[in-house]
C-alpha cells in the first residue's frame, strides 16, 4: 500500500512542480501547504496521522535566499504539548511565571481605552507591521488588552537572552530557565514592547516577585522517547516540497502570495535513530517552540529549519524540479 502511495505522489507532484498555481488561502502562513494539499486531492484536517492516504507526511517551505527574512524560519514538524504528569509546569503556568508584556499591547491608550478604533493601529504604526514581526495577525493590527501576556520562545541548548534554554537529563528534555543567563540589558525587539515592558532586566525583577516563583514549576518536562516516537510514527514517510512566492513573470509577492510555484519535491524516509534525534537537538538543527499568551495558547511545536530536513533522515530522494 505504501509503495502504491508513494508512486502515485510522485507521479502528482511531476505534474505540479514548476508550474503557477492559485495559493489557495493567501491570508495564512499555511497558504502554501493548503495548496499543495488541494492540489493531491487531501482534505484538511486536524488528524495526527501523516496526510497523504495516512501514510505519507506533507511539508513545505519557501525556497530560501540570503537577502529573504524567511531564511530564518522555521519549519513546523509537529505540535506536542509537555508532560503533565505531577500538574507543575503547564503552559498557562509557564505563562503566568515567566511571560512578558504582549507586543499586540496599545501604547497609546487614554485612561485604559484603545481610541484607534476597532480595527486598532499597532502594527500600522510600527515598521514590523509588514513583516508581520512577533506573530500578528498580518490584516488584524488590533490591539490586545492591557493584561495580555506572552510566552514566546525558540529554544534550544544554547541560552535565549532570556534565559531560557534546554538540556537534557536521563530520559527527558528539559525546558529550564537560569536568571543568571538573562542579558538584562537586552529589549525586546518590537517598539510597543518595548514602550510597555521595558528592558529583560526589568522583566526579571518583576518575575522575581511572581507567585508561583518559577522555581517552583520548572522545568518543562518531555519524554524523550516519547517525542521520538512521535517524530517517527509522523515523518517515517514525507514528502518535502520547496515553493517561490514569485508569478511564472517573475513579479515578486507579498507575505501572502496570491500564486505560488512549487520549485523541488524530496521522498524522505528512514529516520534517523534515537541517539541521532538527541544530538540534532543538542547542535540546535531541532527546536522546541513555544508560542502563548494569555487568552491563546498556539502550542508547543518541534521545529526544525527547512534547510536541515535532509538530517532527519537516511532515505532522500529528489522526484521533481
Known amino acids: 500500500m505504501l509503495s502504491q502511495k508513494t508512486e502515485e505522489l510522485k507521479a502528482k507532484m511531476l505534474e505540479i512542480v514548476g508550474k503557477v498555481h492559485d495559493n489557495v488561502n493567501p491570508n ?28 505519507i507526511e506533507l511539508k513545505t517551505a519557501k525556497v530560501q535566499s540570503q537577502s529573504n527574512s524567511a531564511s530564518k524560519s522555521y519549519l513546523t514538524l509537529f505540535h506536542r504539548e509537555p508532560m503533565n504528569t505531577d500538574g507543575s509546569a503547564t503552559i498557562p503556568l509557564v505563562l503566568k511565571t515567566l511571560g512578558w508584556k504582549h507586543s499586540g499591547i496599545c501604547s497609546k491608550r487614554d485612561e485604559g481605552v484603545c481610541k484607534a478604533g476597532p480595527n486598532g493601529h499597532i502594527k500600522l504604526s510600527s515598521p514590523l507591521y ?15 488588552p492591557e493584561d495580555e501576556v506572552s510566552f514566546r520562545s525558540t529554544t534550544k541548548f544554547e541560552p535565549t537572552s532570556r534565559g531560557i534554554y534546554l538540556e537534557i537529563e536521563g530520559d527527558e528534555l528539559h525546558m529550564c530557565f537560569d536568571p543568571k543567563l538573562v542579558d538584562r540589558n537586552a529589549t525586546p525587539r518590537d517598539e510597543v514592547s518595548r514602550e510597555t515592558g521595558g528592558s529583560y532586566g526589568a522583566w526579571l525583577d518583576d518575575v522575581d516577585s511572581r507567585e508561583p516563583h518559577w522555581s517552583e514549576i520548572l522545568p518543562v518536562r518531555y519524554d524523550l522517547k516519547f517525542l521520538y516516537d512521535e517524530y517517527c510514527h509522523k515523518m517515517a514517510n514525507s514528502l518535502f516540497a520547496t515553493f517561490s512566492a514569485k508569478s511564472r513573470d517573475g513579479t515578486k509577492q507579498g507575505t501572502s502570495p496570491s500564486k505560488i510555484m512549487f520549485i523541488e519535491a524530496y521522498m524522505l524516509g528512514d529516520p534517523k535513530s534515537l541517539e541521532e534525534f538527541k544530538n540534532l537537538l543538542k547542535t540546535g538543527i531541532l527546536v522546541i517552540d513555544f508560542d502563548a499568551r494569555t487568552r491563546h495558547n498556539h502550542g508547543c511545536k518541534l521545529r526544525i529549519h527547512p534547510k536541515y530536513i535532509p538530517q532527519l533522515f537516511n532515505r532522500v530522494e529528489k522526484i521533481a524540479g
Do not use: H, M, Q, W
Open 130 to 144: 509588514k513583516s508581520g514581526v512577533d506573530g500578528f495577525g498580518r490584516n488584524t493590527g488590533r490591539c490586545y
Open 28 to 55: 495564512n502562513d499555511g497558504g502554501p501547504g493548503d495548496t499543495l494539499e488541494a492540489l493531491l486531492d487531501v482534505k484538511i484536517n486536524n488528524l495526527k496521522i501523516p496526510d497523504y492516504g495516512g501514510l
